[in-house]
T-cell receptor
Framework: RKEVEQDPGPFNVPEGATVAFNCTYS??????FFWYRQDCRKEPKLLMS???SGNEDGRFTAQLNRASQYISLLIRDSKLSDSATYLC???????????FGKGTRLSVIA | ETGVTQSPTHLIKTRGQQVTLRCSSQ?????VSWYQQALGQGPQFIFQ???????GRGNFPPRFSGLQFPNYSSELNVNALELDDSALYLC??????????????FGPGTRLTVL
């Protein structure tokens, strides 16, 4: 079983749609959780950190459920510019390596 | 931009050859991590260097080796290249300070093709 598993995708949605990505992690010692965005043939970039209390950044909402070892990302009012691959990422303490999921590709269609 | 640079941007090699990839970390950072991203996959951790010492290694064979220099820049060397080594190689720069997590900033990557 992979450490971080994501919805296989791809997701093709019309502009203005709401889309949700799901992710589970297997190591209960995981301490820090993130969503990264990766555009085609570019490096991953941090989209947002994920906290147990949930956090929101504009149209993006991230949730963490430690008991279920589950992370989610909700994008409301999708824009064409949201088209990218979304990577679920966990890490442990300090400067330990990032553990990435396979990523879920999102295409927002006009 | 993150201030992390990598060279070269693209590289084509043949099986059995050796390759060296380079990474310049962001100013003030003391740690470099290397990741391999195969097509359609998430990045996989290769190894990390902290203050010129290897500080953790993923599930990669010994033909993957590295260095970190006093200015904290880093090299990734791969010997005896195999077709499956074709991937995007990413380096990430960060500042290590005990147990607190500090964001890793990625460079643009080097795309390696092995023929």
């Amino acid at each position: 079983r992979k450490e971080v598993e994501q919805d296989p995708g791809p997701f093709n949605v019309p502009e203005g749609a709401t889309v949700a990505f799901n992710c589970t992690y297997s190591n209960s010692a995981s301490q820090s959780f993130f969503w990264y965005r990766q555009d085609c043939r570019k490096e991953p970039k941090l989209l947002m950190s994920v906290y147990s209390s949930g956090n929101e950044d504009g149209r993006f909402t991230a949730q963490l459920n430690r008991a279920s070892q589950y992370i989610s990302l909700l994008i409301r009012d999708s824009k064409l510019s949201d088209s990218a691959t979304y990577l679920c990422v966990v890490t442990y303490t300090g400067n330990t390596p990032l553990v990435f999921g396979k990523g879920t590709r999102l295409s927002v269609i006009a | 931009e993150t201030g992390v640079t990598q060279s070269p941007t693209h590289l084509i090699k043949t099986r059995g050859q050796q390759v060296t990839l380079r990474c310049s970390s962001q100013s003030g950072h003391n740690t470099v991590s290397w990741y391999q991203q195969a097509l359609g996959q998430g990045p996989q951790f290769i190894f990390q260097y902290y203050r010129e010492e290897e500080n953790g290694r993923g599930n990669f064979p010994p033909r993957f080796s590295g260095l970190q220099f006093p200015n904290y820049s880093s090299e990734l060397n791969v010997n005896a290249l195999e077709l499956d080594d074709s991937a995007l190689y990413l380096c990430a720069s960060s500042f290590s300070s005990g147990t607190r997590y500090n964001e890793q900033f990625f460079g643009p990557g080097t795309r390696l093709t092995v023929l």
